[in-house]
């Protein structure tokens, strides 16, 4: 094992991080616990949820996933993330989070609901090719919670690859 694996390994030991379904590891931080749970298509859910979203060498790309509520997402530190969104027209949109404002890279993106998403670690100066990982925070209006039906329905384009822009796709739909 080397240091760099070793650092990641304390990071995710840490902040009590999960392997997520999508790509990458996770955590949920916070649920409005407080308030009244919204009835949605696929159940009901928090009013809100943060979690901690680590993506490593190891582990580097979320995979294209469906999201039915807003997240924000806020980008802590690390080496940037590429975001590659699809929108219901077909729209391809890619953003760069990080760090460095001045090279246009943002601290905070709004993902509506609706958009195909899919996220990927960058090398960067903080040395992605030595195993540095980059660490965002995600707020999700409407909690995440799984739609099996849905997921169920999507796995066709899983296994066709009908949806890929170059990339083997793991496919999650989320209300």
């Known amino acids: ?3 760099c694996t070793l650092k990641i390994g304390e990071i995710i030991k840490a902040l009590g991080l999960e392997p997520h379904i999508e790509g990458g590891f996770f955590r949920r931080t916070y649920q409005s616990d407080d308030q009244n749970m919204v009835v949605t298509a696929g159940g009901q859910r928090h009013c809100m949820t943060s979690i901690f979203y680590l993506l490593t060498q190891n582990s580097p790309i979320g ?10 997402h806020y980008y802590h530190l690390g080496d940037p993330i590429q ?22 890279q ?14 990927q670690v960058m090398h960067g100066a903080a040395g992605y090719g030595n195993g540095r990982p980059a660490k965002a925070r995600t707020a999700v209006s409407r909690a995440l919670g799984i739609d099996r039906k849905a997921d ?3 796995r066709w384009l899983r296994a066709s690859r009908s949806v890929c822009v170059g ?9």
């Not at 995979?63 to 924000?72: K, T, W």
């Not at 601290?107 to 195909?116: A, C, D, E, K, R």
């Open 63 to 72: 995979h294209f996933h469906l999201n039915q509520s807003d997240i924000v």
């Open 152 to 154: 169920a329905r999507m």
């Open 1 to 3: 094992m080397t240091q």
């Open 106 to 119: 943002c601290l905070q993106l709004h993902v509506p609901g609706g958009i195909w998403k899919a996220s």
């Open 83 to 104: 975001y590659t969104l699809i929108f219901p027209d077909g729209t391809l949109k890619t953003v760069v989070m990080g760090h460095d404002v001045l090279a246009a």
């Open 167 to 175: 990339v083997n796709l793991a496919i999650s739909y989320y209300v």
